[in-house]
């Protein structure tokens, strides 16, 4: 049960560590599935699933996605980059403490960069007013999973819409598909359909173990 709809491996605890609530023991270390391809999508998926959440937000798209998608290396791009019918374009770069910790928006005035640490501008005018309070909003201090029982309980969206993480789901898998296949890709966000690219839909779509159905 712990593969789920994939193909049957024998368990690795690498990538899958224990845990137990009683006694309480969290993971020892940070598991390993996100590296495997079966099970993740390195970090594409698993810090992407955090950063293309703000970034899509912070220009409007979070509802919506790219248009295309283009691999690094690919015709001389240096990072893997998304383009969206707004005119903006987003980059996937490495991680790298001196350049950045965050989402870094630029915009005709200047630009600012946002993390879960701390907001930085490249002006003092573009800095937001400082909090009334030390406590923060309702959605920075309410874990994700008791925010999801309450929105079910009450019949609400929780504070970030299943649509919109659907959407940051599929944009960071839209990557790795481009990343595989080694170049461009064109999605229509609005039939969550590739453009004319039978060999892309294949990678829609995954083989399931027998008992597992959509």
Request: hydrophobic share 30%; proline share 7%.
């Amino acid at each position: 049960m712990w593969l789920g709809p994939l193909e049957y491996f024998h368990y690795n605890s690498r990538l899958n560590p224990p845990i137990s609530l009683d006694p309480e023991q969290n993971e020892s270390y940070w598991a390993e599935w996100r590296y495997n391809k079966g099970l993740g999508g390195g970090y594409t998926t698993d810090w992407g699933a955090h950063n293309f959440d703000i970034a899509q937000w912070g220009i409007g798209m979070d509802k919506s996605g790219p248009v295309e998608i283009i691999p690094a290396g690919y015709a001389g791009t240096e990072f893997l980059t998304f383009k969206y019918d707004n005119g903006v374009v987003v980059t996937n770069e490495p991680f790298d403490e001196e350049k950045t910790l965050g989402i870094k928006f630029w915009g005709d005035k200047g630009w600012i960069e946002v993390s879960r640490q701390f907001y930085h501008a490249s002006d003092e005018s573009l800095m937001p007013p400082k909090a009334e309070t030390q406590g923060g909003r309702y959605e920075t201090r309410v874990p994700h999973n008791q925010n999801f029982i309450d929105a079910v309980k009450s019949n609400i969206d929780p504070i970030v819409p299943v649509e919109i993480g659907h959407s940051t789901c599929t944009t960071c898998n839209l990557g790795n598909i481009a990343i595989e296949l080694k170049r461009p890709v064109k999605w229509d966000p609005q039939t969550q359909t590739f453009v004319d690219d039978p060999e892309a839909t294949k990678y829609l779509t995954k083989t399931y173990s027998e008992g597992f159905s959509i």
